[in-house]
């Protein structure tokens, strides 16, 4: 089993100022998958109570001479500490930027290796990050797990296959600061969301208690996927009624998520996407969010960078 590369300096700005930062916010832990054409960081994949977030990097967009192989297809996984690997690519950084005149004058390589650690009689793996100067080498070790068995790929694998699949209707925000602002101010008044979304490209969330009931709507936005046009009649219909004769037409699905979950999904944003879409799996299965990322100068999708979210649904009993 065997793993190395050189980060490019394009890669090193992708984890650094934008990806890993993120990351960090979403989860403590977290799996790194590495195939011959793929990078995957996947959070919280194998378990069904939290936030899932899967990222997708084309390994060209991160690394040059990139080497891989093992016996499980040249496969290779492992689940390591978000805010180590960060770390350690941030104090690489800055050792390359201090020494050797920075990354263009002096590539990172990183590998996988396995290493004595003091006052251990087994040797342990680790991901190591190397950056060599004129007269000496500054390594930055980050201890990770024991790679997975074959069939514990297969396992990641199948789930990850199985969290690719997209919701029917999907509705476009272009701006996400509303959606934080309104999560930032609301998060105190209760720990549900209900969140709505239409064929219509209408999307409500809505924070109720038996108090108060707080919302927040956007209207007409785009929409990819099942789409329909919406009543002459429902357009002077309070936002509340226009939902629920749409969930009643089979226009509309609505889901409740925990703030928490909806907030954190949010910190995704801290990977500069140039837009997120919104929408909920068949029978309600979960809320997803997939971000867009656009290549630079165009408004083309950048295909190397896939960022995407599944947030559990609540029981409605426990609001």
Excluded: W
Aim: aromatic share 8%; proline share 5%; with cysteine.
């Amino acid at each position: 089993m065997k793993f190395k590369a050189f980060l490019t300096e394009n890669g090193v700005n992708l984890l650094e100022k934008r990806f890993l930062p993120a990351f960090e916010k979403m989860g403590k832990i977290c799996h790194l998958l590495l195939t011959k054409e793929h990078l995957f960081f996947l959070h919280n994949l194998l378990n069904g109570d939290g936030v899932q977030c899967i990222a997708q990097f084309r390994q060209d967009v991160l690394f040059d001479d990139y080497r891989i192989s093992s016996q499980n297809e040249d496969r290779i996984a492992f689940s390591l500490d978000v805010s180590l690997l960060y770390r350690a690519v941030k104090s690489s950084v800055s050792i390359c930027t201090e020494f050797t005149g920075g990354l263009a004058a002096n590539r990172l390589q990183i590998k996988l290796v396995k290493k004595l650690p003091p006052n251990c009689t087994q040797p342990m793996p680790f991901l190591t990050f190397e950056t060599k100067g004129y007269k000496s080498a500054v390594i930055q070790d980050v201890p990770i797990s024991k790679p997975l068995s074959r069939s514990q790929v297969i396992e990641l694998q199948t789930a990850l296959d199985s969290a690719q699949d997209l919701p029917p209707t999907l509705v476009q925000v272009q701006d996400p600061n509303q959606l934080q602002n309104f999560v930032d101010h609301m998060k105190h008044v209760g720990d549900v969301l209900n969140v709505t979304i239409s064929k219509y490209g209408d999307l409500q969330v809505q924070i109720s208690t038996t108090l108060i009931r707080l919302g927040s709507e956007f209207q007409r936005l785009s929409v990819i996927g099942e789409k329909s046009q919406a009543p002459v009649e429902d357009r002077n219909l309070s936002a509340q009624a226009r939902s629920e004769r749409a969930i009643a037409r089979g226009d509309a699905q609505s889901v409740q998520v925990s703030v928490k979950h909806f907030s954190k999904s949010l910190q995704c944003h801290l990977t500069k996407p140039d837009s997120a879409f919104y929408g909920i799996a068949p029978q309600g299965a979960c809320l997803t969010v997939i971000f867009q990322f656009m290549v630079p100068g165009t408004r083309q999708t950048d295909k190397s960078i896939s960022l995407h979210c599944r947030l559990p649904v609540l029981d409605p009993g426990s609001n």
